[in-house]
């Protein structure tokens, strides 16, 4: 009995201890939006750099940005807004020589693929038809601040802002819509393509500022080397193609 | 007939088995439910109050079909009627002793009032010497003083007859003495049939009770029994 | 701080309803567990106990299947009275409710089995009915373990956040309890924010919890 038990620490604390592995980690923090395109994306830069295993963290950008500020061991940062990634290189936590843009995308207006009516003018849904709006936070979503700013540029963020379900990152924003819990969403292009059975793209929204994506690796990362392999991965043509077939635009 | 019970119930635990098989049948204004500790008593007691459930039974008291199995009959313990007197005398620890005594003569979902608006309480608190305590509670009384405050919580609801569970068990001798003769001149005042259980042959003489005497859960006949009298099953 | 006060509300309101809600559903079925004896009550008592060790998104997703608009419950309200749950307040109590009845059901499961049954007994035999003897006798001896378990239940509904977040979302004033704030807050970057929050929801639990503590039964009164 004994013996076991010294056996069965043994190898919990063997386990345990921090053994230097055959792989190294290369850590990517993504917005939501990427999440499919990069799940695809990974296995092929890791096929590039064998002996690099991807792990891939995705959310609002802003919560990303708070993650990052407050210490943890990202050695690369995908944002869906300039302003985010502005805010990370104000606080010195990117490479800012080596930042790039990679991709680009549109805003879109869904509804539930069972909904009776469509809006056709951003004006439509101050309309009492449309009680509950998912849109995505603005304090620290970027498909929020893209929201805010067009409807505030056509004069209906007072008139829809009471409406407003807040989501914590466009694909709750999405799911939102997808399970018919709101009359509407604001998303991504790319993320409305996800699920066509279940929701339709009813307006697609002329961006008041272009939605462009930027790429950068941190200043700390662990992993400096693979993190700037992986930058200029994201903008190579093998990379470029995938992203086009999400949906996503040309950077 | 006074008394006439029959009751069975097979009790199985941790693949021990009891059966309790028990029949009497007795005039006897007081009868004895004498024997061993385990014998099945407290279980007899039990179920002929109705709080516990047998297999099968008849019982009748003062002519009262009280169960029977047979007929489809069972009166809950709510409808028996019978005053029963726990063990431990089971006073409610969260009401005084006025409180307590009063507990039957309402039947809503509300406790008696602590102030003594009522006439028969009061006469059971005055009849037991009660007055000085009537306002503690049970934890505050002395053994005695809990006797009795059981005993007239019992009695205040007119039951027919009285079920007592050793009523002197936990008392010293001189209390004891006292007790049993109070219990024996009360009984005589009022009339009322008297079961009480008892490992206490000195119970059985002062009350001049008839002997039901068990032993594993059956009626057995002692004729090393002195001076007692054997129920007739 | 404007808005810390309205979550505080919100959250208050919140968590006593779903143990307004729990104080009859979990002493009544406390009660019910105690007292019965029927083949599966073991079985029933686990499933029963389920939402506190399910970590709260699954519980939140089951939920959210159940009273979202296509669910089987969701859906039938709104078909019948056009009712809505999801984003509303109410989804927001059925979550807390939800993670904390185990805390009010245990507690008062043991509070009753504490309860010698001679006591319940001798009511009987005194002639009083089931639902009196339950009223007079059963919880008056079993209040101080229901209360305590009520008062750990109205902490944890204080606190919930995954399930409620799953299908009352995050609306201010509506459904943004403090843990929600929190989550948000710190996401937004907005420290200042965060920390003021969680001080008040600090002080708010521990208060319960210190009140929770003096409830421990067992405190007999002393003996003459």
Known sequence: ?251 | MIWDVALRRLLRHAGTSFELDVRFASDAPRLALYGPSGAGKTLTLKTIAGIVRPDAARVCIGGRMLHDTGRGLRLSPQQRRLGYLFQDYALFPHLTVRQNIAFGRRTGWFNPGRAGTDEAVEHWIGAFRLEAVANHHPHQLSGGQRQRTALARALVNEPSALLLDEPFAALDIGLRRRLRSELAELQAGLGLPLLLITHDLDDVHALDAEVVHLQRGRVVEDPAMPLACHARA | MDGAWIALLLTLKVAGCATAINLLLGVGIGYAMAHGRFPGRDLLDAALTLPMVMPPTVLGYYLLVLIGSHGPIGGWLLAHFGIRLIFTWQAAVIAAAVVSFPLVFKAARAAFEQVDPQFEDAARTLGIGETAVFFRVSLPLAWRGILAGLLLAFARALGEFGATLMVAGSIAGKTQTLSIAVYEAVQAGQDDIANFLVAVTSIACIAVLLSAGRLVPGRVPART
């Open chain 1, 1 to 251: 009995m004994r013996v076991t038990l010294h056996r069965a620490l043994a190898l919990l604390l063997a386990s345990a201890l921090p053994v230097a592995t055959l792989a190294a980690e290369l850590t990517v923090s993504a917005a939501a939006s990427l999440t499919n395109a990069l799940r695809e994306l990974a296995p092929l830069f890791e096929a590039e750099n064998p002996g690099t295993r991807v792990q891939l963290n995705f959310g609002a950008s802003g919560a990303l940005l708070q993650q990052i500020a407050k210490g943890a061991p990202v050695d690369v940062f995908a944002s869906a807004d300039q302003q985010t990634m502005d805010e990370a290189q104000k606080q010195g936590l990117v490479q800012a020589a080596q930042r790039r843009n990679f991709a680009s995308n549109a805003l879109v207006v869904i509804v539930p693929a069972t909904a009776a009516k469509s809006p056709r003018a951003v004006a439509d849904l101050a309309d009492a038809g449309y009680a509950r709006i998912a849109i995505g936070l603005p304090a620290s979503v970027p498909v929020g601040r893209y929201t805010k700013s067009v409807l505030e540029a056509a004069n209906q963020w007072g008139a829809i802002e009471p409406k407003m379900i807040g989501a914590n990152n466009v694909r709750q924003a999405l799911d939102y819509v997808a399970r018919a819990e709101v009359d509407a969403g604001f998303v991504y292009a790319t993320d409305a393509a996800l699920m066509p059975d279940k929701v339709r793209i009813a307006l697609t929204l002329p961006a008041t500022r272009p939605i462009l994506y930027p790429v950068a690796p941190l200043a700390a990362a662990p992993n400096a080397a693979m993190a700037q392999r992986f930058v200029e991965f994201l903008t190579s043509p093998a990379a470029q193609a995938l992203l086009a077939r999400y949906g996503f635009g040309r950077p």
